[in-house]
């Protein structure tokens, strides 16, 4: 029933980023040609549903009763994969599913929020931005300035500090081996921090294969298409020095592709295989 857990951690994120207020900015005002142009409506102020919320709480509750009930009778452990190690969790056992339950949306939308912190450094530059790339900037806060690299880095952090404070709870429950005194904690949650990266492999790949794709296909002008060929563009840019080009068919999308799987199977590979070789 894993595609139960994705489809739920997936539906929770909507739910988050609703509550939230995410894709709710007005759009910008163009330029006043007449008085009347000048006018705007008086509610412009974002407003959250308070129900958002409490169905997040129940959707992730009703996530674990489902498990919980069937998955039993498959004979079905429940896995939460970090990037860099697989928890497994009985479903038999309410507590402990209800735990993954939480643990496992909270860790997707820190990988969500990993994806947009990427997304909003790429269009960085943009001096007009489109209303998706707004509700980014909106979404990161502060965060959204940063450099390149630094923007990363509180997500990161945080799956790191998520690991670190339940880990304790884990190795209680002999879901993990016990830690080695010392610096083995520490050394574990930097660990599961950098099997975070994993998270940003298909997102990139996609987008990369949505520019060649967009480029050959006109699928009408919606400011999620221009978004996204915008963005696979950004992150191929970099191989555009390279002889990729045949006739009015560019190859250097599916280039950067192959790099960014490359790369991401490398992570998804070698961060299990650290987590294991620790302490250091």
Not at 13 to 28: D, H, I, K, Q, T
Not at 111 to 133: F, M, V
Not at 188 to 209: E, I
Request: net charge positive.
């Amino acid at each position: 029933m894993h595609w139960l857990d994705w489809m739920t951690d997936l539906v929770g994120l909507l739910l988050w980023l609703s509550w939230r207020g995410f894709g709710s900015l007005p759009v910008s005002p163009r330029p006043a040609l007449t008085l009347l142009s000048n006018l705007r409506p008086a509610n412009r102020s974002t407003r959250r549903s308070p129900m958002f919320l409490p169905a997040l709480v129940l959707l992730l509750v009703l996530r674990a009763l489902l498990h919980h009930t069937f998955s039993p009778q498959f004979a079905e452990a429940v896995p939460w994969a970090t990037g860099a190690v697989t928890v497994v969790f009985r479903s038999d056992l309410w507590v402990r599913i209800l735990a993954h339950s939480f643990l496992s949306w909270t860790h997707f939308v820190l990988q969500a929020y990993l994806c947009l912190a990427l997304l909003t450094t790429l269009h960085r530059s943009d001096a007009e931005p489109d209303s998706i790339a707004r509700s980014v900037r909106s979404e990161l806060g502060m965060v959204a300035r940063w450099p390149w690299g630094l923007a990363l880095i509180p997500f990161l952090g945080a799956m790191g500090l998520l690991w670190f404070a339940v880990a304790p709870a884990l190795v209680s429950a002999g879901l993990t081996p016990a830690r080695i005194p010392g610096f083995h904690s520490v050394q574990q949650a930097l660990v599961v921090a950098l099997g975070g990266l994993t998270a940003l492999k298909w997102p990139m790949v996609g987008l990369c294969l949505l520019r060649f794709f967009l480029d050959h296909v006109y699928l009408g002008s919606m400011p999620f298409w221009d978004y996204a060929h915008g963005t696979g563009g950004r992150l191929c840019a970099w191989l555009s020095w390279l002889p990729l080009k045949w006739g009015r068919v560019d190859f250097t999308p599916l280039a950067a592709a192959g790099v960014y799987w490359s790369v991401g199977y490398f992570l998804q590979g070698g961060m299990p295989r650290l987590f294991l070789r620790l302490p250091l």
